[in-house]
């Protein structure tokens, strides 16, 4: 019998996957969840195989769960240091890309500035790009562990309100998880202040208020998203004080919100400006185990995509 190579696939935006393989991709994480609760946490899954991390970015959630994530599986694990690299000295990201490929990398995680970076990589390379995030463009993994955290306490996505609220306009997680919900059945309300809400966005199946209270009301998800001011080049706020007036995620307005409500954020938080600081401490909140959980489904993301052989 013939063994094939499995075709490569890359996760670049939440559209690299089917309905079915993000379920299966969630319940798969369900037993990497359990692998991770052992005295040892590793399987052999991905023996044999080369993950390089590329980060442009700051991450400190994203990185080291993926690092954490690819040790785990029993692949070996690479820290691309790009201040430290030959781009210093003027390489291209196309040659860095195909150096390190040239030492036998399979599979790149990738972070960057630049929306359409990771698609843009990974038509240089053979091996698999999954997309740590590109600009405010997409973080498809980031939705997958919100989704995980979701499945898990819920049971499913069909008829359940999800409140995001923040800045929505430079949120790739809010983007990807548009995408991931929204297919899978759960309705999707996003609130900001108007300047912090791109144009046009109800196109993407979602309705949106700038009214928080309407948005909290009944919500069986709330996630605040943090205000970006990296990325904010002009003043789309007046101050910090008028946003946390009207739109933070606070107590009472949380009592607005089905009583078993999950309170969830991406991180890192900006304390005390999207969401109040007690209340992220709270017994609603995920925050924590949504980090727990980003292990457990990168482990069954990476497994899904590069782990095995096609026959
Ligand atoms: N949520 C998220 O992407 O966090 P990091 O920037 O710490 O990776």
């Not at 791109?198 to 069986?220: C, H, L, M, Q």
Request: neutral net charge; glycine residues 6%.
């Amino acid at each position: 019998m013939t063994v094939k190579a499995k075709a490569v696939r890359h996760l670049i935006t939440m559209d690299d996957l089917t309905n079915d393989e993000i379920i299966m991709i969630l319940e798969e994480a369900k037993s990497f969840k359990e692998v991770l609760g052992r005295d040892i946490k590793k399987v052999p899954a991905l023996r044999g195989k080369t993950v390089v991390l590329l980060f442009f970015e700051a991450s400190t959630r994203t990185k080291i769960s993926f690092e954490l994530a690819a040790k785990r599986l029993s692949a070996d694990v690479v820290n691309f240091s790009a201040s430290t690299s030959s781009l210093k000295k003027s390489e291209s990201l196309k040659d860095t890309v195909r150096t390190l490929e040239a030492m036998a990398a399979d599979v790149f995680v990738m972070r960057h500035s630049y929306p359409g970076s990771a698609q843009l990589v990974a038509k240089y390379i053979k091996g698999a790009v999954l997309n740590g995030g590109d600009g405010a463009h997409s973080h498809p993994t980031q939705a997958l562990l919100d989704m995980y955290t979701i499945y898990e306490k819920k049971g499913g996505f069909k008829g359940l309100k999800v409140a995001i609220i923040g800045d929505i306009k430079h949120s790739r997680v809010v983007r990807s998880n548009i995408e991931g919900l929204t297919r899978l059945g759960a309705e999707v309300v996003l609130c900001g202040p108007s300047t912090l809400l791109p144009r046009y966005i109800e196109k993407f199946n979602v309705s949106v208020t700038y009214n928080v209270e309407e948005a909290i009301t009944d919500a069986d998800v709330v996630m605040g998203l943090r205000i970006q001011f990296e990325r904010q080049k002009q003043g789309l706020l007046p101050t910090i004080l008028e946003y946390a007036q009207f739109f933070q995620i606070n107590r009472e307005r949380l009592s607005l919100a089905k009583p078993d409500v999950l309170l969830m954020h991406p991180g890192p938080i900006n304390r005390g400006v999207e969401i109040e600081s007690e209340v992220a401490d709270s017994v609603y909140s995920v925050i924590d185990e949504q980090v727990t959980n980003g292990v457990a489904v990168r482990m069954s993301l990476l497994y899904f995509l590069v782990g095995g052989k096609d026959e």
